[in-house]
Structure formats: C-alpha cells, structure tokens
C-alpha cells in the first residue's frame, strides 16, 4: 500500500515597515508584480494553505491579497492573511502567530520572508523530495557560490524557504529564549538540501538588492516563463 501523499502548508512573513527600502516592500514591483505575489504563487503550489501575515500597512496588504484572488480566481481558503498585533518584536513573532493557524493534520510547514520573491519551483519540489525520503525536522535549502580572485572556490550559501516537521511547531511557538527563528531551528535535527537556485538567497533589503532581483528574473525567470507558454 502506497503511503498517503503528505500535506504542506506555508507562512510567508510579510509584517515588517521596510525601513531599509524607504517604501513598503510588499508593493514594490518586479516584471510588473508586487513581491508578496511573487512570493505566493512559487508557494501556494505546494501547499494546501498559504498563511501571510501582516503587521504594518496591513490595510494596503489585505487590498494586494484581495486583488490577488480576484485576478487568479483563487480560493479564499488556500491563502489567509492574519495580522501580528505584535509585528514590532520582529519576524520570530510573525513565524509564531502564522504558526498558530497551521492546521494539525499538515505533515510540514515551509516559512518564507516576503522579500524573498524568486524561490524557483524547484526548490519546493527538492525539499519536499528530502522531507519525505529522509527523518529529519528541519530542511534548509542551499545554493554552491563560486567565487573568484584570491579567495577562489567554493562554498554553501544557506537561504529560504525552510520547511519543518508539524511536530517542532509548538516548539517554536512556545520557544521563549531565543529571538530569531535560525537559533531555534540549529536545536533540531537538520538536513541541508543542495539546490540550483540562486533565488533562495535574493531578499530585498534596499533598492541595490532590487536591481540584482530584477537582472536576476530578466536572465533566467523571464527565460523559463516564455519557454513555457
């Protein structure tokens, strides 16, 4: 008898006043759509159920998300935006309230950050491929950088999503000693899963790191989309 396919659900974390960019990031537009979509259509995907969670400007946010399922016809359902009364305290704060919403039968929860909008599909399809072949709580995808000049070689750069076992999520809801969801995740057994995909290590912080994500979509994203079609 086959196993039963397992059911995964996302947070993407979309609470922050994006005091860095000097305008509110959810907005911000590449190949003409904002980020926060960017972020949701790579996931909802994957996932039975998208949690945003909002903090600041969240009138403006519901207004993205509401346009969002008009356009694509999708179910209000699959993808819910709670608020995080409690935004200030940072993005462990919003991973916990959009844990708090997770269902109890969802096997595994990815939890992205808003400003990471160029996560490849395959990336999902990897860590998914990992959580079900292998016992370990948490998946952390990984990227090789090659560099050059004097420090020439290689090394593994770490980024987004992350996907964990329904099991550690109380863990971290009720984790009260660290501040920054990587220090309570370093805790749990681990599996780093090698992906190509750059994309996984693009946030936006600042308009520099915006002109490196729309060269990044333009060269490769854009390319994929038109061959598909």
């Known amino acids: 008898m086959n196993e039963a396919k397992k059911k995964f659900e996302g947070i993407i974390t979309a ?11 959810p907005e911000v537009k590449i190949n003409g759509i904002p980020i926060i979509i960017h972020s949701i259509n790579s996931m909802i995907r994957f996932c039975d159920k998208v949690i945003v969670v909002g903090g600041f400007n969240y009138s403006e946010l519901q207004k993205l998300i ?20 409690n935004f200030i305290n940072g993005m462990l704060s919003s991973v916990k309230c959009g844990l708090s ?17 160029l996560v490849g599909e395959n990336t999902y399809s990897k860590l998914i491929y990992e959580f079900e072949d292998n016992n370990y709580d948490v998946f952390l995808p990984g990227v090789i950088i090659h560099s050059q000049g004097e420090n020439k070689g290689q090394k593994i750069k770490k980024g987004h999503p992350v996907l964990i ?10 984790n009260e000693q660290e501040i920054i969801l990587r220090d309570i995740l370093k805790k749990q057994k681990q599996k780093l899963c090698i992906v190509e995909d750059e994309g996984i290590c693009l ?15 333009n060269k490769y994203l854009l390319k994929k989309e038109t061959a598909s079609d």
């Open 15 to 25: 609470a922050g006043s994006s005091i860095r960019m000097n305008r509110w990031k």
């Open 66 to 85: 509401e346009n969002y399922l008009l356009s694509t016809s999708g179910r209000k359902e699959n993808i819910r935006l709670i608020k995080n009364k």
């Open 101 to 117: 919403f997770v269902s109890e039968n969802t096997d595994g929860v990815f939890t992205l950050p808003g400003d990471m909008p």
């Open 165 to 174: 076992r329904q099991q550690i999520v109380k863990k971290i809801i009720d």
């Open 203 to 217: 946030d936006i912080d600042n308009k520099t790191d915006l002109i490196k994500a729309n060269s990044y979509f």
